[in-house]
Protein backbone atom coordinates (compact mmCIF):
# COMPACT_ATOMS: atom_id res chain seq x y z
CA UNK A 1 0.00 0.00 0.00
CA UNK A 2 2.48 2.85 1.07
CA UNK A 3 4.28 1.53 -1.76
CA UNK A 4 2.15 2.12 -4.17
CA UNK A 5 1.38 5.83 -3.10
CA UNK A 6 4.87 6.32 -3.06
CA UNK A 7 4.85 5.47 -6.90
CA UNK A 8 1.96 7.27 -7.70
CA UNK A 9 3.55 10.62 -5.98
CA UNK A 10 6.53 9.95 -7.60
CA UNK A 11 4.95 9.39 -10.99
CA UNK A 12 2.54 12.69 -10.61
CA UNK A 13 5.89 14.72 -9.20
CA UNK A 14 7.53 13.40 -12.83
CA UNK A 15 4.42 14.36 -14.85
CA UNK A 16 4.45 17.57 -13.00
CA UNK A 17 8.45 18.39 -13.83
CA UNK A 18 8.41 17.51 -17.31
CA UNK A 19 5.04 19.59 -17.97
CA UNK A 20 7.12 22.48 -16.03
CA UNK A 21 9.31 21.97 -18.44
CA UNK A 22 7.26 22.18 -21.34
CA UNK A 23 4.78 24.52 -20.39
CA UNK A 24 6.06 27.29 -22.06
CA UNK A 25 3.69 29.70 -23.51
CA UNK A 26 4.56 32.70 -25.85
CA UNK A 27 1.33 35.12 -25.59
CA UNK A 28 1.36 37.39 -28.34
CA UNK A 29 -0.28 40.67 -28.18
CA UNK A 30 -0.92 41.49 -32.18
CA UNK A 31 -2.50 42.97 -35.17
CA UNK A 32 -5.07 40.56 -37.23
CA UNK A 33 -3.41 38.93 -39.80
CA UNK A 34 0.05 39.44 -38.19
CA UNK A 35 -0.07 35.59 -36.51
CA UNK A 36 -1.20 33.31 -39.69
CA UNK A 37 -2.06 29.54 -38.82
CA UNK A 38 0.63 28.69 -41.19
CA UNK A 39 3.52 30.83 -39.61
CA UNK A 40 2.08 29.69 -35.67
CA UNK A 41 2.20 25.53 -37.01
CA UNK A 42 5.88 26.10 -38.23
CA UNK A 43 7.15 27.93 -35.34
CA UNK A 44 5.30 25.40 -32.67
CA UNK A 45 7.50 22.57 -34.62
CA UNK A 46 10.67 24.21 -34.39
CA UNK A 47 9.84 24.88 -31.31
CA UNK A 48 8.29 22.05 -29.78
CA UNK A 49 8.42 23.10 -26.37
CA UNK A 50 6.68 26.54 -26.70
CA UNK A 51 2.48 27.20 -27.39
CA UNK A 52 1.62 30.15 -29.09
CA UNK A 53 -1.53 32.20 -28.27
CA UNK A 54 -2.29 34.98 -29.89
CA UNK A 55 -4.71 38.26 -29.21
CA UNK A 56 -5.56 40.56 -31.71
CA UNK A 57 -5.99 44.13 -31.69
CA UNK A 58 -4.94 47.36 -32.64
CA UNK A 59 -2.27 50.13 -31.52
CA UNK A 60 -4.61 52.02 -28.78
CA UNK A 61 -5.94 49.01 -27.75
CA UNK A 62 -2.79 47.29 -27.30
CA UNK A 63 -1.65 50.13 -24.94
CA UNK A 64 -4.80 50.10 -23.31
CA UNK A 65 -4.72 46.55 -22.03
CA UNK A 66 -1.00 46.77 -21.45
CA UNK A 67 -1.78 50.16 -19.07
CA UNK A 68 -4.56 48.10 -17.26
CA UNK A 69 -2.33 45.37 -16.47
CA UNK A 70 0.55 47.01 -15.60
CA UNK A 71 2.46 45.36 -18.83
CA UNK A 72 1.61 42.19 -17.46
CA UNK A 73 -0.43 39.02 -19.71
CA UNK A 74 1.39 39.35 -22.52
CA UNK A 75 5.34 38.31 -23.83
CA UNK A 76 5.11 39.89 -26.68
CA UNK A 77 3.26 42.81 -28.31
CA UNK A 78 3.21 44.93 -31.91
CA UNK A 79 2.92 49.03 -31.51
CA UNK A 80 3.86 50.95 -34.06
CA UNK A 81 6.94 53.03 -33.42
CA UNK A 82 5.56 55.86 -32.62
CA UNK A 83 3.36 54.35 -29.78
CA UNK A 84 6.63 53.78 -27.94
CA UNK A 85 8.34 56.57 -26.34
CA UNK A 86 5.12 58.58 -24.84
CA UNK A 87 3.69 55.17 -23.34
CA UNK A 88 7.04 53.87 -22.14
CA UNK A 89 7.72 57.09 -20.20
CA UNK A 90 3.90 57.65 -18.89
CA UNK A 91 2.42 53.62 -18.04
CA UNK A 92 6.21 51.86 -17.71
CA UNK A 93 4.53 48.78 -19.33
CA UNK A 94 7.55 47.53 -21.64
CA UNK A 95 11.25 46.52 -20.90
CA UNK A 96 14.54 47.23 -22.56
CA UNK A 97 15.33 44.46 -25.43
CA UNK A 98 18.72 42.77 -25.30
CA UNK A 99 19.80 43.56 -28.68
CA UNK A 100 22.19 40.34 -28.79
CA UNK A 101 19.61 37.98 -28.97
CA UNK A 102 17.68 39.37 -32.16
CA UNK A 103 19.50 38.67 -35.59
CA UNK A 104 19.79 42.78 -36.59
CA UNK A 105 21.72 42.04 -39.37
CA UNK A 106 18.68 40.79 -41.32
CA UNK A 107 16.78 44.27 -40.71
CA UNK A 108 16.89 46.87 -43.52
CA UNK A 109 19.79 49.40 -41.98
CA UNK A 110 17.69 52.71 -41.44
CA UNK A 111 14.29 51.25 -40.65
CA UNK A 112 15.97 49.83 -37.72
CA UNK A 113 18.30 52.91 -36.67
CA UNK A 114 14.92 54.90 -37.54
CA UNK A 115 12.93 52.65 -34.79
CA UNK A 116 16.09 52.67 -32.42
CA UNK A 117 16.46 56.40 -32.61
CA UNK A 118 12.84 56.43 -31.76
CA UNK A 119 12.09 54.11 -28.89
CA UNK A 120 15.49 54.73 -27.17
CA UNK A 121 15.06 56.00 -23.49
CA UNK A 122 17.79 56.20 -20.88
CA UNK A 123 19.91 54.29 -23.52
CA UNK A 124 17.76 51.65 -23.38
CA UNK A 125 16.33 50.08 -26.64
CA UNK A 126 12.62 49.23 -26.43
CA UNK A 127 11.72 47.96 -29.86
CA UNK A 128 12.99 46.88 -33.23
CA UNK A 129 11.11 46.70 -36.77
CA UNK A 130 9.04 44.18 -38.18
CA UNK A 131 7.14 45.41 -41.08
CA UNK A 132 6.47 48.94 -42.65
CA UNK A 133 3.42 50.09 -44.85
CA UNK A 134 1.69 53.81 -45.05
CA UNK A 135 -1.78 55.19 -45.28
CA UNK A 136 -2.76 57.28 -48.40
CA UNK A 137 -6.24 57.47 -50.73
CA UNK A 138 -7.35 54.93 -52.01
CA UNK A 139 -9.40 55.50 -55.78
CA UNK A 140 -11.35 53.93 -58.15
CA UNK A 141 -9.84 54.82 -61.32
CA UNK A 142 -12.83 53.89 -63.51
CA UNK A 143 -14.73 56.50 -61.53
CA UNK A 144 -12.12 59.19 -60.02
CA UNK A 145 -9.11 59.27 -62.37
CA UNK A 146 -7.88 62.50 -61.01
CA UNK A 147 -7.49 61.64 -57.18
CA UNK A 148 -4.07 62.74 -56.33
CA UNK A 149 -3.95 63.68 -52.70
CA UNK A 150 -5.99 64.22 -49.12
CA UNK A 151 -7.92 67.03 -50.16
CA UNK A 152 -9.77 64.88 -52.85
CA UNK A 153 -11.52 63.68 -49.97
CA UNK A 154 -13.55 66.75 -49.39
CA UNK A 155 -13.52 67.64 -53.30
CA UNK A 156 -17.44 69.13 -54.13
CA UNK A 157 -16.84 66.39 -57.38
CA UNK A 158 -17.12 63.30 -55.45
CA UNK A 159 -19.98 64.34 -53.07
CA UNK A 160 -21.37 61.81 -51.50
CA UNK A 161 -18.85 59.33 -52.92
CA UNK A 162 -15.85 59.31 -50.30
CA UNK A 163 -14.65 58.35 -46.81
CA UNK A 164 -12.12 58.04 -44.16
CA UNK A 165 -11.40 56.88 -40.31
CA UNK A 166 -11.99 59.34 -38.11
CA UNK A 167 -8.90 58.93 -36.27
CA UNK A 168 -5.57 60.59 -36.09
CA UNK A 169 -4.46 59.79 -39.68
CA UNK A 170 -6.86 61.83 -41.35
CA UNK A 171 -5.68 64.86 -39.00
CA UNK A 172 -2.44 64.75 -39.93
CA UNK A 173 -3.22 64.25 -43.62
CA UNK A 174 -5.23 66.80 -43.63
CA UNK A 175 -2.89 69.10 -41.75
CA UNK A 176 -0.32 68.25 -44.88
CA UNK A 177 -3.15 68.47 -47.87
CA UNK A 178 -3.45 72.14 -46.27
CA UNK A 179 0.39 72.98 -46.16
CA UNK A 180 1.39 72.75 -42.32
CA UNK A 181 3.98 70.25 -41.05
CA UNK A 182 2.10 68.46 -38.17
CA UNK A 183 5.52 66.38 -37.20
CA UNK A 184 7.28 69.89 -36.80
CA UNK A 185 4.36 71.44 -34.69
CA UNK A 186 4.84 68.37 -32.35
CA UNK A 187 6.80 70.26 -30.01
CA UNK A 188 4.64 73.19 -29.68
CA UNK A 189 1.34 72.51 -28.32
CA UNK A 190 0.09 75.71 -29.24
CA UNK A 191 0.75 75.77 -32.41
CA UNK A 192 -0.34 71.93 -32.80
CA UNK A 193 -3.32 73.16 -31.11
CA UNK A 194 -3.41 76.25 -33.81
CA UNK A 195 -3.14 73.28 -36.95
CA UNK A 196 -5.78 71.47 -34.86
CA UNK A 197 -8.39 73.91 -35.17
CA UNK A 198 -8.05 74.95 -38.38
CA UNK A 199 -8.27 71.18 -39.76
CA UNK A 200 -11.20 70.52 -37.14
CA UNK A 201 -12.58 73.52 -38.97
CA UNK A 202 -12.24 72.23 -42.45
CA UNK A 203 -12.84 68.71 -41.64
CA UNK A 204 -16.84 69.45 -40.48
CA UNK A 205 -17.14 71.45 -43.81
CA UNK A 206 -16.04 67.97 -45.31
CA UNK A 207 -18.81 66.32 -43.25
CA UNK A 208 -21.19 67.39 -46.12
CA UNK A 209 -18.97 65.55 -49.03
CA UNK A 210 -18.26 62.00 -47.47
CA UNK A 211 -20.61 59.37 -47.14
CA UNK A 212 -19.50 58.09 -44.02
CA UNK A 213 -16.43 57.44 -41.57
CA UNK A 214 -15.11 53.46 -42.18
CA UNK A 215 -13.97 51.91 -39.13
CA UNK A 216 -12.25 48.81 -39.80
CA UNK A 217 -10.52 47.23 -43.12
CA UNK A 218 -13.72 45.02 -43.80
CA UNK A 219 -15.93 48.00 -43.85
CA UNK A 220 -13.81 50.14 -45.86
CA UNK A 221 -13.72 46.84 -48.38
CA UNK A 222 -17.45 46.49 -49.15
CA UNK A 223 -17.40 50.31 -49.44
CA UNK A 224 -15.02 50.40 -52.17
CA UNK A 225 -15.60 47.20 -53.42
CA UNK A 226 -19.72 47.93 -54.22
CA UNK A 227 -18.69 51.45 -56.00
CA UNK A 228 -20.88 53.17 -52.79
CA UNK A 229 -17.21 55.04 -52.33
CA UNK A 230 -14.71 55.93 -54.92
CA UNK A 231 -12.23 57.65 -53.11
CA UNK A 232 -11.25 56.79 -49.16
CA UNK A 233 -8.83 57.30 -46.81
CA UNK A 234 -6.87 54.08 -46.54
CA UNK A 235 -4.34 51.68 -45.09
CA UNK A 236 -2.16 50.61 -48.18
CA UNK A 237 -2.30 46.71 -47.28
CA UNK A 238 -6.21 47.57 -47.74
CA UNK A 239 -5.64 48.70 -50.95
CA UNK A 240 -3.27 46.00 -51.98
CA UNK A 241 -5.85 43.48 -51.23
CA UNK A 242 -8.89 45.39 -52.55
CA UNK A 243 -6.71 45.69 -55.53
CA UNK A 244 -6.95 42.14 -56.29
CA UNK A 245 -10.12 41.98 -56.32
CA UNK A 246 -10.98 45.53 -58.86
CA UNK A 247 -7.93 46.63 -60.50
CA UNK A 248 -9.37 49.78 -61.01
CA UNK A 249 -9.10 50.56 -57.32
CA UNK A 250 -4.92 51.45 -56.78
CA UNK A 251 -3.17 52.90 -53.67
CA UNK A 252 -2.69 56.28 -54.71
CA UNK A 253 0.78 57.50 -52.59
CA UNK A 254 -0.97 61.87 -51.48
CA UNK A 255 1.16 64.26 -53.32
CA UNK A 256 2.05 65.77 -49.87
CA UNK A 257 3.55 62.34 -48.92
CA UNK A 258 2.42 58.54 -48.20
CA UNK A 259 2.47 58.53 -44.24
CA UNK A 260 4.66 55.68 -43.05
CA UNK A 261 4.34 53.67 -40.35
CA UNK A 262 6.34 50.73 -39.06
CA UNK A 263 4.86 47.96 -36.45
CA UNK A 264 7.98 46.96 -34.22
CA UNK A 265 8.07 44.44 -32.07
CA UNK A 266 8.25 45.16 -27.84
CA UNK A 267 8.31 43.05 -25.05
CA UNK A 268 5.85 44.07 -22.23
CA UNK A 269 7.02 44.60 -19.08
CA UNK A 270 5.85 41.60 -17.50
CA UNK A 271 6.49 39.35 -20.03
CA UNK A 272 7.36 35.87 -18.86
CA UNK A 273 8.87 34.01 -21.57
CA UNK A 274 11.17 36.85 -23.54
CA UNK A 275 13.89 33.70 -24.67
CA UNK A 276 10.37 32.54 -26.69
CA UNK A 277 9.57 36.04 -27.59
CA UNK A 278 13.02 36.53 -29.05
CA UNK A 279 12.62 33.35 -30.82
CA UNK A 280 9.60 34.42 -32.41
CA UNK A 281 10.73 37.44 -33.62
CA UNK A 282 14.49 35.60 -35.11
CA UNK A 283 12.16 33.01 -36.61
CA UNK A 284 9.51 35.41 -38.39
CA UNK A 285 12.37 37.08 -39.73
CA UNK A 286 13.59 34.61 -42.16
CA UNK A 287 12.55 34.95 -45.85
CA UNK A 288 10.65 32.12 -46.20
CA UNK A 289 8.70 32.93 -43.26
CA UNK A 290 8.67 36.65 -44.21
CA UNK A 291 6.44 35.30 -47.55
CA UNK A 292 3.92 33.87 -45.95
CA UNK A 293 3.62 36.42 -42.99
CA UNK A 294 3.53 39.31 -46.31
CA UNK A 295 0.97 37.37 -48.24
CA UNK A 296 -1.43 37.16 -44.97
CA UNK A 297 -0.65 40.84 -43.67
CA UNK A 298 -0.35 42.65 -47.09
CA UNK A 299 2.43 44.63 -45.72
CA UNK A 300 5.87 45.14 -46.50
CA UNK A 301 8.37 42.93 -44.19
CA UNK A 302 11.70 45.29 -42.60
CA UNK A 303 14.11 43.69 -44.51
CA UNK A 304 16.00 44.50 -47.46
CA UNK A 305 14.15 42.30 -50.10
CA UNK A 306 10.99 42.66 -48.32
CA UNK A 307 8.95 44.33 -51.71
CA UNK A 308 10.54 41.40 -53.35
CA UNK A 309 9.32 38.64 -50.84
CA UNK A 310 5.60 40.49 -50.97
CA UNK A 311 3.74 37.46 -53.13
CA UNK A 312 3.09 37.85 -56.66
CA UNK A 313 -0.36 39.93 -57.11
CA UNK A 314 1.00 42.55 -53.83
CA UNK A 315 4.08 43.77 -55.55
CA UNK A 316 1.90 44.19 -58.79
CA UNK A 317 -0.12 46.35 -56.54
CA UNK A 318 2.92 48.07 -55.00
CA UNK A 319 4.63 48.61 -58.30
CA UNK A 320 1.10 50.45 -59.42
CA UNK A 321 1.18 52.74 -56.70
CA UNK A 322 4.57 53.23 -55.66
CA UNK A 323 7.33 54.87 -57.72
CA UNK A 324 11.11 55.73 -56.67
CA UNK A 325 9.97 59.55 -56.16
CA UNK A 326 6.74 58.29 -53.50
CA UNK A 327 9.31 56.46 -51.82
CA UNK A 328 11.58 59.08 -51.07
CA UNK A 329 9.03 61.45 -50.17
CA UNK A 330 7.28 59.29 -47.32
CA UNK A 331 6.59 60.81 -44.02
CA UNK A 332 7.29 58.81 -40.96
CA UNK A 333 5.06 59.34 -38.58
CA UNK A 334 6.82 61.11 -35.16
CA UNK A 335 6.88 60.06 -32.00
CA UNK A 336 4.01 61.32 -30.19
CA UNK A 337 4.77 63.26 -26.92
CA UNK A 338 2.91 62.82 -23.84
CA UNK A 339 -0.75 64.45 -23.80
CA UNK A 340 -0.88 64.80 -28.02
CA UNK A 341 -3.74 62.79 -28.55
CA UNK A 342 -5.91 64.21 -25.65
CA UNK A 343 -5.84 67.00 -27.99
CA UNK A 344 -6.35 65.17 -31.31
CA UNK A 345 -9.19 63.19 -29.54
CA UNK A 346 -11.12 66.58 -28.53
CA UNK A 347 -10.81 67.70 -31.98
CA UNK A 348 -11.94 64.02 -33.20
CA UNK A 349 -15.50 64.63 -31.06
CA UNK A 350 -15.62 67.89 -32.54
CA UNK A 351 -15.73 66.96 -35.91
CA UNK A 352 -17.78 63.87 -35.12
CA UNK A 353 -20.61 65.70 -33.16
CA UNK A 354 -20.67 68.86 -35.64
CA UNK A 355 -23.61 68.32 -37.52
CA UNK A 356 -23.94 70.62 -40.48
CA UNK B 1 -27.52 22.50 16.27
CA UNK B 2 -30.03 22.72 13.42
CA UNK B 3 -30.25 26.46 13.90
CA UNK B 4 -25.89 26.79 13.10
CA UNK B 5 -26.64 24.07 10.61
CA UNK B 6 -29.83 26.36 9.09
CA UNK B 7 -27.60 29.20 8.93
CA UNK B 8 -24.44 27.42 7.24
CA UNK B 9 -26.48 26.55 4.82
CA UNK B 10 -28.05 29.94 4.22
CA UNK B 11 -24.64 31.63 4.52
CA UNK B 12 -23.30 29.16 1.76
CA UNK B 13 -26.56 29.82 -0.31
CA UNK B 14 -26.08 33.61 -0.20
CA UNK B 15 -22.20 33.45 -0.75
CA UNK B 16 -22.35 33.42 -4.34
CA UNK B 17 -25.32 35.96 -5.02
CA UNK B 18 -23.28 37.61 -2.63
CA UNK B 19 -19.32 37.50 -4.62
CA UNK B 20 -21.31 38.19 -7.20
CA UNK B 21 -22.73 41.69 -6.21
CA UNK B 22 -19.73 42.65 -4.73
CA UNK B 23 -16.48 41.64 -6.48
CA UNK B 24 -18.50 42.51 -10.01
CA UNK B 25 -20.77 45.08 -9.81
CA UNK B 26 -20.26 47.10 -6.36
CA UNK B 27 -16.20 46.87 -6.39
CA UNK B 28 -15.53 48.15 -10.21
CA UNK B 29 -18.46 50.73 -9.58
CA UNK B 30 -16.01 51.75 -6.78
CA UNK B 31 -12.81 51.83 -8.09
CA UNK B 32 -14.60 53.97 -11.57
CA UNK B 33 -16.08 56.29 -9.22
CA UNK B 34 -12.99 56.34 -7.22
CA UNK B 35 -10.35 57.21 -10.75
CA UNK B 36 -13.29 59.71 -11.72
CA UNK B 37 -12.35 62.08 -8.97
CA UNK B 38 -8.69 61.97 -10.07
CA UNK B 39 -7.45 64.65 -11.57
CA UNK B 40 -4.66 64.19 -14.15
CA UNK B 41 -1.85 67.10 -13.64
CA UNK B 42 0.93 65.99 -15.47
CA UNK B 43 2.81 63.07 -16.44
CA UNK B 44 2.03 60.28 -13.90
CA UNK B 45 0.92 63.12 -11.21
CA UNK B 46 -2.35 63.40 -10.03
CA UNK B 47 -4.78 65.12 -7.78
CA UNK B 48 -7.65 64.24 -5.93
CA UNK B 49 -10.79 66.64 -6.95
CA UNK B 50 -13.55 67.16 -9.18
CA UNK B 51 -12.41 69.02 -12.03
CA UNK B 52 -13.41 66.39 -14.47
CA UNK B 53 -16.95 66.46 -13.73
CA UNK B 54 -16.34 70.09 -13.92
CA UNK B 55 -14.52 69.13 -17.26
CA UNK B 56 -17.62 67.41 -18.49
CA UNK B 57 -20.03 70.19 -17.93
CA UNK B 58 -17.89 72.80 -19.46
CA UNK B 59 -17.74 71.27 -22.58
CA UNK B 60 -21.13 71.12 -24.84
CA UNK B 61 -20.26 68.26 -27.16
CA UNK B 62 -20.40 66.06 -24.19
CA UNK B 63 -23.32 67.33 -23.14
CA UNK B 64 -25.04 67.35 -25.92
CA UNK B 65 -24.14 63.75 -27.01
CA UNK B 66 -25.58 62.83 -23.24
CA UNK B 67 -28.61 64.03 -23.77
CA UNK B 68 -29.04 62.92 -27.39
CA UNK B 69 -28.86 59.72 -26.23
CA UNK B 70 -31.02 59.71 -23.62
CA UNK B 71 -33.46 60.87 -25.74
CA UNK B 72 -33.22 58.61 -28.43
CA UNK B 73 -33.21 55.78 -25.86
CA UNK B 74 -36.48 57.37 -24.62
CA UNK B 75 -37.93 57.33 -28.02
CA UNK B 76 -36.68 53.43 -28.68
CA UNK B 77 -38.64 52.50 -25.53
CA UNK B 78 -41.73 53.80 -26.36
CA UNK B 79 -41.28 52.39 -29.60
CA UNK B 80 -40.29 49.17 -28.51
CA UNK B 81 -43.62 49.68 -25.80
CA UNK B 82 -45.78 50.47 -28.96
CA UNK B 83 -44.42 47.13 -31.01
CA UNK B 84 -43.92 44.79 -28.27
CA UNK B 85 -47.34 45.08 -26.47
CA UNK B 86 -49.74 44.00 -29.64
CA UNK B 87 -46.90 41.14 -30.22
CA UNK B 88 -47.29 40.30 -26.37
CA UNK B 89 -51.26 40.53 -25.94
CA UNK B 90 -51.29 38.24 -28.89
CA UNK B 91 -48.60 35.33 -27.33
CA UNK B 92 -50.93 35.71 -23.69
CA UNK B 93 -54.01 36.32 -24.50
CA UNK B 94 -55.22 35.81 -28.28
CA UNK B 95 -52.91 32.81 -29.52
CA UNK B 96 -54.07 29.19 -28.37
CA UNK B 97 -52.56 27.21 -26.09
CA UNK B 98 -50.15 24.68 -27.74
CA UNK B 99 -48.86 27.83 -30.59
CA UNK B 100 -48.10 29.87 -27.53
CA UNK B 101 -44.70 28.07 -26.65
CA UNK B 102 -43.72 28.37 -30.23
CA UNK B 103 -44.48 32.18 -30.77
CA UNK B 104 -42.48 33.05 -27.49
CA UNK B 105 -39.73 30.69 -29.14
CA UNK B 106 -39.51 32.74 -32.50
CA UNK B 107 -39.47 35.91 -30.56
CA UNK B 108 -35.88 34.01 -28.84
CA UNK B 109 -34.68 32.95 -31.80
CA UNK B 110 -32.82 36.46 -33.03
CA UNK B 111 -31.54 36.14 -29.19
CA UNK B 112 -29.22 33.03 -30.18
CA UNK B 113 -27.40 35.37 -32.84
CA UNK B 114 -24.61 38.21 -30.92
CA UNK B 115 -25.31 41.86 -31.47
CA UNK B 116 -22.33 41.96 -33.94
CA UNK B 117 -24.12 39.70 -36.48
CA UNK B 118 -27.18 40.97 -36.39
CA UNK B 119 -25.80 44.51 -37.07
CA UNK B 120 -24.05 43.21 -40.03
CA UNK B 121 -27.17 41.74 -41.39
CA UNK B 122 -29.40 45.16 -41.01
CA UNK B 123 -26.09 46.70 -42.88
CA UNK B 124 -26.60 44.09 -45.31
CA UNK B 125 -30.10 44.56 -46.02
CA UNK B 126 -30.05 48.39 -45.97
CA UNK B 127 -26.85 49.79 -48.00
CA UNK B 128 -26.76 51.51 -51.13
CA UNK B 129 -26.16 48.30 -53.04
CA UNK B 130 -27.84 46.25 -50.72
CA UNK B 131 -31.03 43.77 -50.43
CA UNK B 132 -33.68 46.13 -49.96
CA UNK B 133 -32.41 49.16 -52.57
CA UNK B 134 -31.40 46.73 -54.55
CA UNK B 135 -35.28 45.05 -55.06
CA UNK B 136 -36.97 48.47 -55.20
CA UNK B 137 -34.76 49.54 -58.19
CA UNK B 138 -35.24 46.14 -59.73
CA UNK B 139 -39.38 46.72 -59.28
CA UNK B 140 -39.36 50.08 -60.85
CA UNK B 141 -40.67 51.76 -57.82
CA UNK B 142 -37.50 53.93 -56.98
CA UNK B 143 -35.40 54.86 -59.77
CA UNK B 144 -32.03 55.83 -58.13
CA UNK B 145 -30.39 53.14 -55.59
CA UNK B 146 -31.00 54.74 -52.07
CA UNK B 147 -28.90 54.72 -49.17
CA UNK B 148 -30.72 53.49 -45.97
CA UNK B 149 -27.99 53.49 -43.67
CA UNK B 150 -25.86 55.77 -41.48
CA UNK B 151 -28.55 58.17 -40.08
CA UNK B 152 -30.38 58.06 -37.18
CA UNK B 153 -33.53 56.08 -38.21
CA UNK B 154 -31.52 52.82 -38.83
CA UNK B 155 -30.04 53.64 -35.76
CA UNK B 156 -33.47 53.62 -33.71
CA UNK B 157 -35.04 50.28 -36.30
CA UNK B 158 -31.70 48.52 -35.24
CA UNK B 159 -32.03 49.28 -31.75
CA UNK B 160 -36.07 48.62 -31.69
CA UNK B 161 -34.64 45.54 -32.72
CA UNK B 162 -32.20 44.52 -30.25
CA UNK B 163 -34.09 45.05 -27.47
CA UNK B 164 -38.01 44.74 -28.53
CA UNK B 165 -37.47 40.76 -26.62
CA UNK B 166 -36.89 42.16 -23.25
CA UNK B 167 -40.05 44.27 -23.43
CA UNK B 168 -42.29 41.20 -24.51
CA UNK B 169 -40.92 38.93 -21.87
CA UNK B 170 -42.31 40.77 -18.89
CA UNK B 171 -45.32 41.89 -20.71
CA UNK B 172 -46.42 38.35 -21.72
CA UNK B 173 -46.20 37.26 -18.26
CA UNK B 174 -47.98 39.34 -16.33
CA UNK B 175 -50.73 39.53 -19.18
CA UNK B 176 -50.92 35.60 -19.05
CA UNK B 177 -51.64 35.98 -15.98
CA UNK B 178 -54.55 38.11 -16.24
CA UNK B 179 -58.11 36.52 -15.67
CA UNK B 180 -60.03 37.08 -19.02
CA UNK B 181 -63.22 37.29 -16.38
CA UNK B 182 -62.13 40.71 -15.74
CA UNK B 183 -61.91 41.96 -19.37
CA UNK B 184 -65.90 40.53 -19.35
CA UNK B 185 -66.55 42.42 -16.91
CA UNK B 186 -65.49 45.59 -18.02
CA UNK B 187 -67.31 45.22 -20.95
CA UNK B 188 -70.94 44.02 -18.95
CA UNK B 189 -70.28 47.13 -17.37
CA UNK B 190 -70.79 49.21 -20.52
CA UNK B 191 -67.31 49.95 -21.23
CA UNK B 192 -65.63 50.30 -24.67
CA UNK B 193 -62.92 48.75 -25.73
CA UNK B 194 -60.68 51.76 -25.33
CA UNK B 195 -62.16 52.00 -21.74
CA UNK B 196 -61.50 48.63 -20.79
CA UNK B 197 -57.65 48.59 -22.53
CA UNK B 198 -57.38 52.14 -20.30
CA UNK B 199 -59.45 51.22 -17.16
CA UNK B 200 -58.02 47.41 -16.92
CA UNK B 201 -55.60 46.27 -19.37
CA UNK B 202 -52.88 48.97 -18.23
CA UNK B 203 -53.25 49.10 -15.10
CA UNK B 204 -53.18 45.44 -15.00
CA UNK B 205 -49.96 45.65 -16.74
CA UNK B 206 -48.34 48.14 -15.43
CA UNK B 207 -45.80 45.77 -13.78
CA UNK B 208 -44.73 44.72 -17.11
CA UNK B 209 -44.90 47.91 -18.70
CA UNK B 210 -42.70 49.21 -16.25
CA UNK B 211 -40.30 46.77 -15.70
CA UNK B 212 -39.90 46.43 -19.59
CA UNK B 213 -39.29 49.90 -19.80
CA UNK B 214 -36.85 49.78 -17.35
CA UNK B 215 -34.79 47.11 -18.90
CA UNK B 216 -34.75 48.31 -22.89
CA UNK B 217 -33.89 52.36 -21.46
CA UNK B 218 -31.03 51.22 -19.87
CA UNK B 219 -29.85 48.59 -22.61
CA UNK B 220 -30.44 51.24 -25.51
CA UNK B 221 -28.29 54.02 -23.37
CA UNK B 222 -25.63 51.19 -22.75
CA UNK B 223 -25.47 49.42 -25.81
CA UNK B 224 -22.18 50.11 -27.93
CA UNK B 225 -22.08 48.30 -31.46
CA UNK B 226 -25.46 49.10 -33.03
CA UNK B 227 -25.08 52.99 -32.82
CA UNK B 228 -21.49 52.56 -34.24
CA UNK B 229 -22.34 49.72 -37.24
CA UNK B 230 -25.49 51.15 -37.91
CA UNK B 231 -25.07 54.91 -37.11
CA UNK B 232 -23.73 57.74 -39.72
CA UNK B 233 -21.00 60.76 -39.76
CA UNK B 234 -23.63 62.22 -37.58
CA UNK B 235 -24.82 59.88 -34.86
CA UNK B 236 -22.47 59.75 -32.01
CA UNK B 237 -23.44 58.06 -29.02
CA UNK B 238 -21.89 58.58 -25.50
CA UNK B 239 -20.58 55.20 -24.80
CA UNK B 240 -18.71 55.93 -28.14
CA UNK B 241 -17.06 58.62 -26.43
CA UNK B 242 -16.30 56.46 -23.17
CA UNK B 243 -14.66 53.79 -25.22
CA UNK B 244 -12.56 56.94 -26.83
CA UNK B 245 -11.69 58.27 -23.94
CA UNK B 246 -10.48 55.10 -22.25
CA UNK B 247 -8.75 53.70 -25.61
CA UNK B 248 -8.00 56.48 -27.86
CA UNK B 249 -7.06 59.24 -25.66
CA UNK B 250 -6.08 57.06 -22.59
CA UNK B 251 -7.79 59.53 -20.28
CA UNK B 252 -9.08 57.04 -17.96
CA UNK B 253 -10.40 59.88 -15.62
CA UNK B 254 -12.54 61.13 -18.17
CA UNK B 255 -13.72 58.06 -18.93
CA UNK B 256 -14.69 56.90 -15.36
CA UNK B 257 -16.17 60.51 -15.17
CA UNK B 258 -18.14 59.72 -18.41
CA UNK B 259 -19.30 56.27 -17.14
CA UNK B 260 -20.52 57.41 -13.65
CA UNK B 261 -22.74 60.21 -15.32
CA UNK B 262 -24.24 57.64 -17.75
CA UNK B 263 -25.28 55.93 -15.00
CA UNK B 264 -26.54 58.38 -12.89
CA UNK B 265 -27.99 60.28 -15.53
CA UNK B 266 -29.71 56.91 -16.69
CA UNK B 267 -31.01 56.46 -13.23
CA UNK B 268 -32.44 60.25 -13.21
CA UNK B 269 -34.30 59.33 -15.99
CA UNK B 270 -36.05 56.40 -14.88
CA UNK B 271 -36.96 57.88 -11.83
CA UNK B 272 -38.27 61.02 -13.59
CA UNK B 273 -40.58 58.41 -15.76
CA UNK B 274 -41.87 56.56 -12.51
CA UNK B 275 -42.93 59.78 -10.75
CA UNK B 276 -44.50 61.01 -14.64
CA UNK B 277 -46.61 58.25 -14.44
CA UNK B 278 -47.16 57.93 -11.27
CA UNK B 279 -45.80 54.34 -10.83
CA UNK B 280 -42.89 53.80 -7.90
CA UNK B 281 -41.61 51.02 -8.28
CA UNK B 282 -42.60 49.17 -5.06
CA UNK B 283 -46.09 49.03 -6.67
CA UNK B 284 -45.33 47.39 -10.14
CA UNK B 285 -41.77 45.50 -10.63
CA UNK B 286 -41.53 44.39 -6.96
CA UNK B 287 -45.56 43.81 -6.15
CA UNK B 288 -46.55 40.49 -4.61
Redesign the interface.
Known sequence: MRHSIRAILAGTAAVLAAGGAQAETLRLLTWGSYAPEEVIQMFEEANPDIDVEVTYSNN??M??KL?ATGGTGYDLAQPSHDRIYAAQ??YNIYKPLDLSKIDTSVMTPNLLEGVKANTTLDGEVYAVPHQWGTSGIMANTAEAPDATGWADLCDEKYKGRTSMRL?RTILLGTAYAMGMDPFALYDDTEAYQDMLDKVTEKLIAC?DI????W?GGDDLS?LML???VIVSETWDSTAFKIYNENQDIVFVPPETGALAWIDTFAIPRGGEADDAAYKWINFVMQPEIVQLMSASTGAIAAVPNGIDLLPEDKRAAVQAAFDEEDIANLKFFANIP?GL??ME??A???I????N | MRNDAGKLSLILLMAPFALWIGLLIVLPQLGIGYVSLREKVGINQYEFGPGNYADFIAEPIYRNTLFRTAWMSILVTALALLVGFPVAWYIAKIARERSRAALFLLCLIPLWVSDLVRAYGWIVLLRETGVVSTVLVGAGIIAQPVEMLYNDVTVVIGLVYTVILFMIVPLVSTLQGMDDALLEAGYNLGGGRLTVFRRIIVPYAMPGIVAGCIITFMLTAGSYLTPILLGGKNSSWFTEQIYNQFITRYNWEAGATFGVLLLGFTSLVVWAGLRLTGQSLSTTVAKE
Open positions: EEIARVERKIKTYTASGEPEDGILERKAAS
